[in-house]
């Protein structure tokens, strides 16, 4: 049983374009969060929701948009991808506390 | 405020010991470790929330110095397993309890050779 999900795998797309990437947990788990890794492996907090409320947005361009239709889902949608959009996208859900958080796979974005 | 880590990288055989750092400039609430093997996600190790707090899990412990403001992973005996890159994730000026709002160090990267 995978505990969370992301889709797609992978994502190669041209400048300009707009994308989505879904994420579902199902551990139960009341916050969801996604992550952006760099081509340095730098892992940064994008936006955290608990119970389908923002609760942390980092600055991120606003071409970015997290939308969680329900406790359980977690999508991000961007606009206009650039370049440096290139990177892999963590989702990761966790109690809202002092809780270990359980990350996805992750999804690898190429903007050529 | 992101936490700095050290050493960037360390080479081990197996069997051999190895220490991780994890240091911030501000007050921390709370220090997680987390391993990342390559093309994989993170994993989480622990969470340390208290100073002085120390925690094990086998042969991979971890402490907490609240006025050094440092976290200390610790590595025993390693195992080829234990190859990859490491991160502390760090909360500070918690208020009304933890929000999971994690600040990631650069992560170390662990080679374990036999």
């Known amino acids: 049983d995978t505990a969370v999900s992301q889709t797609p795998k992978y994502l190669v797309t041209q400048m300009g374009n707009d994308k989505s990437i879904k994420c579902e947990q199902n551990?139960?788990?009341?916050?969801m969060y996604w992550y952006k890794q760099d081509s340095k492996k730098f892992l940064k907090i994008m936006f955290s929701y608990n119970n389908k409320e923002l609760i942390i947005n980092e600055t991120v361009p606003n071409r970015f948009s997290p939308k969680s239709p329900d406790k359980a889902h977690l999508n991000l949608h961007i606009n206009s991808l650039e370049l440096g959009d290139s990177a892999v996208y963590f989702c990761?859900?966790?109690?809202?506390?002092?809780?270990?958080?359980?990350f996805g796979p992750g999804t690898r974005l190429t903007v050529l | 405020q992101q936490p700095v880590q050290s050493p960037q990288a360390v080479i081990l055989r197996e069997g051999e010991d190895a220490v991780i750092n994890c240091s911030s400039s501000?007050?921390?609430?709370?220090v997680h470790w987390y391993r990342q093997k390559h093309g994989e996600a993170p994993v989480f190790l622990m969470i340390?929330?208290?100073?002085?707090e120390q925690k094990g899990h086998e042969k991979i412990s971890a402490s907490f110095n609240e006025k050094k403001q440092q976290s200390s992973l610790y590595l025993t005996a390693s195992q080829l397993s234990y190859s990859g890159t490491y991160f502390c994730g760090t909360e500070m000026g918690v208020y009304g309890g933890s929000q999971g709002n994690l600040i990631f160090g650069k992560g170390t990267k662990l080679s374990v050779k036999p």
């Open positions: 501000k007050a921390l609430y709370s």
């Open positions: 990761a859900s966790s109690q809202l506390g002092l809780n270990e958080q359980f």
């Open positions: 551990l139960g788990h009341d916050t």
């Open positions: 340390l929330l208290k100073g002085g």
